[in-house]
């Protein structure tokens, strides 16, 4: 069976800039976020979608990857925020690719998101199913944040896009660990717009539509369940933390990503972040770091690679990588 490795990287951002000083009407300050969060400013849509950051990202890894649009036969698009309820995001990706050849569809883990996205699409390659497919991480969470609260800060607006192609090379996946647990459901949600609390005056009023988190159950399962699956993917691929290059993780906050490497015993430095200028980009987080990473050309032939993400669901999981 062939390997499955990423041969092509791309990411987008939006133009505005949206730094700390900004939530000082909101009761926080430059200090306080740099020093809990690791971030300085963000990138924030000024009326793009979903679709247009996603887009862009993908046509940057499909370039990479010295491929044409028409070599891709499968999209998949991880968000929390599309563009509509219906039709998918990815298929709003599709038609602005003009990539009609491929197959498109969305998978929703929130913060995971791109991880699992990557699991889902490394199976079709795996199985000569696809030769080459599109995952594309995108968030615009400005859209479900509510301006006026303290926890407006966390996040930003971004795109991040790789793709998975088949190889016969000693290089790519190695190996998933993946999970889900639905009783931390409540911890981090939008309560209302679903077919549970369907749109209505009253959702609207109550601020129901925005994202509803509670942090410290946010850093006390991250901090346990990501250190958790990162020991048992090693145990279970017989490799040593010491071998790994870098971790590229999904970015919640630099307090939260300080804490898995010391649990972990990994040199901070090998972390890869980019949080000061993007904040949480949730689903683009992944692709965004290993795309600038990749492009600063810091990745070594044979260099192992850890990823790791923790999001709402809860779900949570992580991978190495052979580059």
Same mark, same amino acid.
């Given at each position: 069976m062939p390997n499955v490795f990423i041969s092509g990287t791309g990411a987008y951002v939006p133009e505005k800039i949206v730094p700390n000083s900004f939530f000082e009407k909101v009761g926080s300050s430059?200090?306080?976020i740099y020093s809990k969060l690791g971030i300085k400013e963000r990138r924030i849509v000024d009326g793009e979608a979903t679709s247009? %950051?996603?887009?862009?990202? =993908? %046509?940057?890894a499909? &370039?990479?990857?010295? %491929?044409?649009?028409?070599? #891709?036969d499968l999209i998949i698009v991880a968000t929390t925020t599309p563009d509509r309820q219906a039709p998918s995001c990815a298929c709003f990706v599709q038609e602005k690719m003009k990539a009609y050849k491929a197959v498109a569809f969305d998978v929703a883990a929130?913060?995971?998101g791109a991880l699992f996205t990557i699991s889902v699409g490394y199976q079709f390659v795996k199985n000569s199913v696809y030769n080459n497919v599109l995952v594309i991480g995108a968030d615009t969470f400005s859209n479900i944040i509510d301006w006026n609260r303290r926890d407006s800060v966390f996040f930003g607006d971004g795109a991040g896009a790789l793709v998975l192609s088949k190889t016969d090379e000693d290089k790519g996946f190695i190996d998933f660990d993946l999970h889900s647990d639905g009783r931390g459901k409540e911890h981090f949600t939008i309560l209302g717009g679903g077919s549970e609390t369907p749109a209505s005056k009253e959702t609207?009023? &109550? =601020?129901?539509?925005y994202f509803h988190m509670n942090g410290k159950e946010v850093f006390d399962t991250a901090t346990k369940v990501v250190p958790e699956s990162i020991q048992e *993917? *090693?145990?279970? @691929?017989? @490799?040593? #933390?010491?071998d790994v290059s870098f971790?590229? +993780?999904?970015? +919640?906050? #630099?307090g939260i990503l300080k804490t898995i490497a010391k649990k972990i015993k990994m +040199?901070?430095?090998?972390v890869m972040t980019n949080m000061d200028r993007y904040a949480n980009t949730s689903g683009a987080t992944i692709p965004l770091v290993l795309d600038e990473v990749h492009r600063a050309n810091r990745f070594k032939k044979d260099d192992l690679l850890l990823f790791a993400a923790v999001g709402a669901g809860w779900t949570w999981g992580t991978a190495l990588y052979k580059w």
């Open positions: 430059d200090e306080w247009d %950051l996603a887009y862009k990202a =993908g %046509l940057e499909v &370039k990479n990857a010295n %491929l044409e649009v028409e070599d #891709i929130v913060c995971s609207i009023e &109550k =601020g129901m539509h *993917l *090693l145990q279970k @691929t017989n @490799t040593s #933390i010491d971790m590229i +993780p999904h970015q +919640p906050s #630099i +040199p901070f430095e090998k």
